[in-house]
């Protein structure tokens, strides 16, 4: 049983530009959920989808969006790109009512931004 | 907004030993609490979970303990043994809209 996926596993991009993540979540899941984790600090939560829609958002600026798509797959879009958005990105999948199980998350991309 | 807050960046405990882990929040609407485990190169594993309703749960070595009069919980494990070696995150989950701390790096010696 696979779990999340997430590509690429790693990532170089030049500040100014645009960056796609993508994430496939666990089979039976349908709420994704996306970190951004810095070194040394614990995720923090960027937004989540449930049904191709944001449902919950964190304090994030606008150049982070997403989109989930109908088998629940979802992207991570990050535009105009700082140093400041080097981090490990983890996406979280989750059945919608059952928090207390605990999401699954991926092993992350990395991103440097130079 | 640091919500959420695990003071201890390290722990060092002795195989056989109990560890105990801390953490602390702020906002006292979050409806769940849960611990994750997270190895070099993984993303976090969920570990145990406790509603806000309880005080106490168990799963095997691994206890949780809340105390919302002050918004403090924990986690036991006992018997400590050095694969439990790893990061210990704390989370807090207000409608599914889940919270970390910054981790603490748990070490267990032969």
């Known amino acids: 049983d696979a779990g999340v996926t997430q590509s690429p596993t790693h990532l170089i991009k030049t500040r100014g530009q645009q960056v796609t993540l993508r994430c496939s979540p666990k089979?039976?899941?349908?709420?994704v959920s996306w970190y951004q984790q810095a070194l040394g600090q614990g995720p923090q939560f960027i937004f989540q989808?449930?049904?191709?829609?944001?449902?919950q958002r964190g304090n994030f600026p606008d150049r982070f969006s997403g989109h989930q798509f109908p088998n629940y797959s979802s992207e991570l879009n990050v535009n105009a790109l700082l140093l400041g958005d080097s981090a490990l990105y983890l996406c979280?999948?989750?059945?919608?009512?059952?928090?207390?199980?605990?999401?699954?998350f991926g092993s992350g991309t990395r991103l440097t931004v130079v | 907004d640091q919500q959420v807050k695990q003071n201890s960046p390290s722990l060092s405990v002795q195989e056989g030993r109990i560890s105990i882990l801390n953490c602390d929040y702020t906002?006292?609407?979050?409806?769940?609490f849960l611990w994750y485990k997270k190895y070099p190169a993984e993303g976090p594993t969920f570990l145990i979970s406790?509603?806000?309703?309880?005080d106490k749960n168990e799963d095997g070595r691994f206890t949780v303990f809340l105390n919302k009069s002050a918004k403090h919980l924990s986690l036991h494990i006992v018997p400590s043994q050095p694969g439990d070696s790893a990061v210990y995150f704390c989370?807090?989950?207000?409608?599914?809209?889940?919270?970390f701390g910054a981790g603490t790096r748990l070490t267990v010696k032969p």
């Open positions: 979280a999948s989750s059945p919608t009512t059952s928090i207390g199980y605990g999401y699954t």
């Open positions: 089979s039976g899941h349908d709420t």
């Open positions: 989808y449930y049904e191709e829609e944001e449902r």
């Open positions: 906002n006292s609407m979050f409806d769940y």
């Open positions: 406790i509603s806000s309703i309880k």
């Open positions: 989370a807090a989950s207000l409608f599914g809209d889940m919270r």
